[in-house]
């Protein structure tokens, strides 16, 4: 069965330094892998996604991840904090079957940004 | 712009009164789920359906069943709601193949519609 731990419960940084928000996964074959935003009150918007095509992912808002096989992790990664980054974030991993994908959440990481 | 649709945004009940909760999508996606986020949990997925099959997560209480009366719409019905029932849901949708095999495409999610039972 596949799955995903994300490292860091909470993070918290000051506005214009980076951000790191760490995931480790857990696959028998190569996964398709999701980063997720969630801010207070609202649903899940889609970050990024990696099926594979490059292991060096860029998404939405300056952020990307980079897929390492060799260490089984998929870290996100964005050089300067914004204020609006303040939100819960999930790593994902997609157990792919026939007809459906049924995506498996980590615990999230809530990030902070102070001024 | 193409999108996932829920209504109401937030939802009040009383305890054991049905209530039911919608789901609409413009992206035509023959897939579409639903999800319980309680209160700093991850979302957690109660079914789905796959074009008018209904797919049924083994632990999804009998409390809670769905309809899916086209592509478009899609309602999950909570028989008789109690406490611990209170939680964010959310509707998402994708687009898959038929075949085994298919590569697993990216769902999209609407904005949720928190239940709160009193």
């Known amino acids: 069965a596949q799955s995903v731990t994300q490292l860091d419960s909470h993070v918290s940084v000051s506005e214009g330094t980076p951000v790191l928000l760490r995931c480790n996964y857990s696959s028998s074959y190569s996964p398709s892998l999701f980063w997720y935003v969630q801010h207070p009150n609202k649903g899940l918007q889609l970050l990024l996604k990696y099926t594979s095509a490059a292991t060096l992912v860029k998404g939405i808002n300056g952020f990307e991840a980079e897929f390492k096989k060799s260490e089984t992790s998929f870290h996100l990664t964005k050089p300067s904090a914004h204020m609006s980054d303040a939100a819960e974030y999930f790593c994902v991993v997609s157990e792919g079957t026939g007809g459906y994908n049924k995506l498996i959440f980590g615990a999230g990481t809530r990030l902070a940004v102070h001024p | 712009d193409a999108m996932v649709i829920q209504n109401p945004r937030y939802q009040v009940t009383q305890f054991g009164k049905p209530v039911t909760l919608s789901c609409s999508q413009t992206?035509?996606?023959?897939?579409m789920y639903w999800y319980q986020q309680k209160s700093s949990q991850a979302p957690k997925l109660l079914f789905h359906?796959?074009?008018?099959?209904?797919?049924n997560e083994a632990d999804t209480p009998d409390n809670f069943q769905s309809r899916r009366p086209n592509t478009s719409f899609c309602f999950l019905d909570i028989r008789s709601p109690g406490l611990g029932d209170a939680a964010m849901y959310l509707c998402?949708?994708?687009?898959?193949?038929?075949?085994?095999?298919?590569?697993?495409?990216?769902?999209?999610f609407g904005p949720g519609t928190r239940l709160t039972v009193l």
């Open positions: 998402a949708t994708s687009s898959q193949g038929g075949s085994s095999g298919s590569w697993p495409d990216t769902q999209y």
């Open positions: 992206l035509n996606h023959n897939v």
């Open positions: 359906y796959y074009d008018k099959d209904f797919n």
